[in-house]
């Protein structure tokens, strides 16, 4: 992206884009990072002098007998050019749009057999300790299989549409089922990717879920599995449209990378939200209201 005036390089800064987030680093700190990069590179750009304005300014003037309230004309700067000013892009409305388009997110999680902790997590106080020597890969995959069923049941229910159609057959199998409004976390893919206990690896695709709730998820298969778990490690490897190629390292939080990560990410992101909104307006027939339906996190 070539370098011009701040308000011209600003102002094609409107759209999406993504950056990776170290583990243990809160979000919060990340945003504000990159916010103040932009600041500074933004900033650094040559920029017009601020307008000037005519303002009256109020003042007295002492008398003999007593003081009046007197206008005095001044130039002033325009606050809005002035450069410490901060604005909001069109892209904070995108991200809206592109959650109200209920994309899938995928997860590797790692586990651990033969623990458990107050908190699902590694780090959390052990309440508990297990055998893990019965169980098997086959034990823990027939596992996943009845998770990934329950709640593909639950998502053709959020869907709307009849679970005997051939609709609903045919729009499971593209994988573009998805729900009418906000669900409960729905798991809609999970399989296991690395077995060598007490550790092993699950790949998941999930909608509206939490990190709390996939710790949640790999404590609740050590029980089904009559043993313990606890989640070692969470990685988001895809949001929607965005994969790990797509995430700004920390190095690449700066004006120039995101202004080109907003400029390649220009196109998925208006195929994704005109999806979205053709979804919304043509929700396609067979669809009724939908059931209520409550996903299950694990199975009995």
């Excluded at 996943?144 to 051939?166: C, E, H, P, R, Y």
Aim: aromatic share 6%.
């Amino acid at each position: 992206m070539s370098m011009g005036s701040a308000a011209r390089v600003y102002r094609s800064l409107q759209g999406l884009f993504a950056v990776y987030k170290p583990p243990g680093v809160h979000w919060k700190l990340v945003r504000d990072t990159v916010e103040t990069n932009l600041i500074r590179d933004l900033n650094s750009l040559g920029s017009p002098a601020p307008r000037q304005a005519i303002r009256f300014l109020p003042g007295r003037s002492e008398g003999a007998d007593r003081s009046e309230l007197t206008l005095t004309a001044a130039r002033l700067p325009v606050l809005a050019d002035h450069p410490l000013v901060l604005g909001v892009g069109h892209g904070n409305k995108m991200l809206t749009g592109m959650y109200s388009c209920h994309l899938t997110k995928e997860y590797t999680l790692q586990g651990l057999f033969g623990k458990a902790t107050d908190d699902f997590s590694d780090s959390g106080r052990l309440v508990e300790k297990t055998t893990f020597d019965h169980i098997t890969r086959d034990k823990l995959e027939k596992i996943l299989a009845v998770i990934q069923g329950t709640n593909q049941k639950a998502l053709l229910a959020f869907s709307g549409v009849d679970l005997k159609s051939q609709e609903a057959y045919e729009m499971a199998v593209k994988g573009l089922l998805r729900p009418l409004q906000k669900t409960p976390p729905v798991i809609t893919g999970v399989r296991c990717v690395r077995f060598a206990p007490p550790e092993f690896t699950l790949e998941i695709q999930c909608l509206n879920e939490t990190p709390q709730y996939l710790r949640k998820l790999i404590h609740e298969i050590g029980l089904e599995l009559r043993s313990a778990a606890v989640c070692s490690h969470v990685r988001r490897t895809r949001d929607g449209f965005f994969t790990l190629p797509d995430a700004l390292l920390r190095s690449h939080w700066d004006l120039h990378s995101v202004g080109e990560a907003v400029r390649q990410a220009g196109p998925r992101v208006r195929a994704a939200l005109s999806r979205g909104e053709a979804e919304e307006t043509d929700p396609g027939e067979g669809r009724g209201s939908g059931a209520e339906a409550e996903p299950r996190q694990g199975c009995s």
